[in-house]
């Protein structure tokens, strides 16, 4: 199982970032798939997650309306556009698969997820 994320990088406030998520090793059109991410000395959690025939979405209020979470079962790659970007969405950003809905705690540890993407916004 692998799941390489990718797309992170420094964005000014206001400004958009996709990232990208790599998945082989699974049944990628059959997985449920998330976006994840932790800040400093913050909870990691669930912020945005998709089934795994994309039909259905959820967001964490935090980014509800900025964010669009989306995947391409032909190519097992789960993106997630960030628009509008704030200074408090910098954070490590990981990409997670799972069961429908997905769980909102993190499992950092786990096969199914995978080694985050740096996102800083800042001027």
């Known amino acids: 199982v692998q799941l390489v994320e990718s797309g992170g990088g420094l964005a000014q406030p206001g400004g958009s ?3 990208s998520c ?11 798939m998330g976006w994840y991410r ?3 000395g913050k909870e990691c959690g ?11 979405t ?3 209020d935090s980014v509800k309306g900025r964010f ?3 995947r391409d079962n032909a190519k097992n790659t789960v993106y997630l556009q960030m ?3 704030k ?28 080694q985050g993407t740096q996102v800083t916004v800042s001027s």
Do not use: K, M
Not at 26 to 32: R, V
């Open 17 to 19: 970032l996709r990232l």
């Open 22 to 32: 790599a998945a082989s090793g699974f049944a990628f059109s059959s997985a449920a």
């Open 38 to 40: 932790q800040a400093p």
């Open 46 to 56: 669930l912020i945005a997650g998709i089934n795994s025939a994309g039909g259905s």
């Open 58 to 60: 959820n967001y964490a």
């Open 68 to 70: 669009t979470i989306s």
């Open 83 to 85: 628009n509008s970007l």
């Open 87 to 114: 200074p408090e969405d910098t954070a490590v950003y990981y990409c997670a698969a799972g069961g429908w809905p997905l769980d909102y705690d993190c499992r950092i540890e786990s096969d199914y997820w995978g």
